[in-house]
């Protein structure tokens, strides 16, 4: 037996890792036989085609230009008042739904995770998700006591799979007084799949209907994480007009992070932006996670935020970021589709991939395959039910012939 002094509930917790331990694994072989004789598909941030970790020039310039204060002072808790209008700009362009709209800065898009289920939940209460997701969506609920539910996502025909939804979403409601709905679309992790904007029609007719005369609410949190690589900048963005007059039960709080698209990865610097017709519940909204915030990590990282800032309030370095993550769209846009152009040719099944960080293979035997490719000096992340490859980290020269030998370790397991 291995002694614990842990209290009751946190006995057994341990950090997932199998997407930082293959990493590792990669790095260490790398060392001993050269990086261009291992392909590391496990990385979740973008490496340029040198394999080097891309950090945004226009980004590293804002560095650059902070003041010692800038950097160590204390931030309001709530964040830079002039930090949340960037973010509110940065998150919807030109697609700003009509309504209340407030920020709260958080700790990347995990903090704004982390303080939806802890605000807008009950313990033991059921949070949905799609079943391609990212997997600490489940350690943030099991942590807090919540349990992830999951709809299908795609269906056979390689659709959103409404009925799915539409099913656990019923079920939920007449169950919980908040139905939490995390969709993390554009750009899903692990599929690169998104919703239409049909698809969005139809989930917001149906969830308007499903609350509708009811003391329920839906709290519905798109997670756009991946949304400054998911397309042209204004196309992109539509789907956040939807959001505007909505009833006062369906609360919209959109998930929104630096994490990517300012490369600021291991800054944590992220927002929680709410979308409402009642200003009560936007005051609410502020208050609530302000001071869920104190009671957590207490207030933001001042450089990231002021960085952000200095970027966002002149409009010459705005169009600089734009034309830097419109280069690094393209790229990952071309590694995509050498991928997926060679996996049709060699019969390898993917899911359907339309932007973002990942591509998915689905099979059973996940864990089986990854540990077939590692010999081949491959590393990519075993799912429940496939195959992660992260196309914004492998190199063009890299990912060509990869679908080939991925169906090699599949037919051979
Ligand atoms: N949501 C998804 C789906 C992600 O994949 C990530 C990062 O990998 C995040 C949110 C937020 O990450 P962070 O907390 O680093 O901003």
């Keep these: 037996m291995v002694m614990s002094v842990a209290a009751p509930q946190a006995k057994g917790k341990y950090a997932e890792d199998n997407i930082f331990g293959a990493n590792n694994r990669a790095n260490a072989l790398a060392e001993k036989i050269g990086v261009d004789n291992v392909i590391n598909g496990t990385v979740g941030s973008i490496l340029d085609e040198e394999g080097q970790l891309v950090m945004l020039h226009v980004v590293q310039e804002a560095y650059k230009a902070l003041t010692p204060k800038e950097i160590v002072a204390y931030a309001p808790i709530q964040g830079y008042p002039d930090y949340l209008e960037a973010v509110i700009d940065q998150c919807f362009g030109q697609s700003r739904p009509n309504g209340y709209i407030q920020a709260c800065a958080t700790s990347g898009g995990s903090g704004v995770l982390h303080h939806i289920i802890h605000n807008y939940s009950e313990w033991g209460d059921d949070i949905l998700t799609s079943d391609w997701h990212w997997g600490a969506y489940g350690s943030m609920c099991a942590d807090n006591g919540r349990k992830l539910r999951e709809f299908e996502l795609i269906d056979k025909n390689g659709r959103f799979n409404f009925e799915n939804f539409k099913e ?65 900048k204004q196309e992109c963005r539509k789907f956040f007009k939807k959001f505007g007059n ?105 899911l359907p991939y339309l932007s973002g960080f990942f591509i998915t293979i689905p099979m059973t035997e996940a864990q089986r395959v990854c540990d077939e490719l590692e010999r081949e000096h491959i590393f990519l992340v075993p799912l429940k039910k496939g195959v992660r490859l992260a196309v914004c980290s492998v190199s063009k020269k890299k990912i060509a012939g990869l679908a080939a030998k991925i169906k090699g370790a599949v037919d051979s397991v």
């Design 168 to 232: 656990h979403v019923r079920d939920m409601v007449s169950k919980q007084y908040n139905t939490v709905i995390i969709m993390n679309s554009p750009a899903n992790n692990p599929t690169g799949f998104a919703l239409s904007s049909a698809d969005w029609d139809q989930v917001i007719v149906f969830l308007k209907d499903v609350v509708k005369g009811q003391d329920k609410n839906i709290i519905l949190v798109p997670d756009v994480a991946y949304l400054d690589y998911s397309g042209e």
């Design 246 to 350: 909505l009833p006062e039960n369906i609360f919209v709080i959109v998930a929104y992070t630096c994490s990517k698209g300012f490369t600021m990865y291991g800054q944590r610097m992220g927002a929680m932006i709410c979308v409402t017709p009642n200003k009560d519940i936007a005051d609410e909204f502020v208050a609530i996670n302000q001071y869920t915030s104190r009671a957590t990590w207490s207030n933001s990282n001042s450089a990231a935020m002021k960085s952000m800032v200095n970027i966002c309030k002149d409009p010459a370095k705005v169009a600089e970021l734009d034309a830097e993550r419109a280069v690094y769209f393209k790229l990952i846009k071309e590694r995509a589709d050498i991928f997926m152009k060679e996996a049709q040719h060699c019969g390898l099944k993917y």
